[in-house]
Nanobody, 114 residues
């Protein structure tokens, strides 16, 4: 079991921005894809974005619902993958999870509301 730790969730107004972070063990994440999912109460987790490692072309993929508003990046020095969320909407409210190779973090709450 690999421990993934998310942070950065908060209450933000519509149109605002947040950066979520996911820290993984040093020798784990550099060679694997990292993904973000989100979940609202009573619903299944939905895929948000994926970041492929350099060995896989460093490709970033996004769900249509967040394309153009969210970006994903990796910081080798801090073993961290970031999800930059801009122009947030109330429908982005959810618990956001980081995942890779079947491992999941504990989630971080994002609430978009006036």
């Amino acid at each position: 079991q690999v421990q993934l730790v998310e942070s950065g969730g908060a209450l933000v107004k519509p149109g605002g921005s947040l950066i979520l972070s996911c820290v993984a063990p040093e020798n784990f994440w550099k060679t694997v894809s990292m993904a973000w999912y989100r979940q609202t109460p009573g619903n299944e987790r939905k895929w948000v974005a994926t970041s492929a490692p350099p060995s896989q072309g460093s490709v970033s993929l996004f769900a249509d619902s967040v394309k153009g508003r969210f970006t994903i990046s990796r910081d080798d020095a801090r073993n961290t993958v970031f999800l930059q969320m801009n122009n947030l909407k109330p429908e982005d409210t959810a618990v956001y999870f980081c995942t890779s190779q079947g491992n999941w973090g504990q989630g971080t709450q994002v609430t978009v509301s006036l």
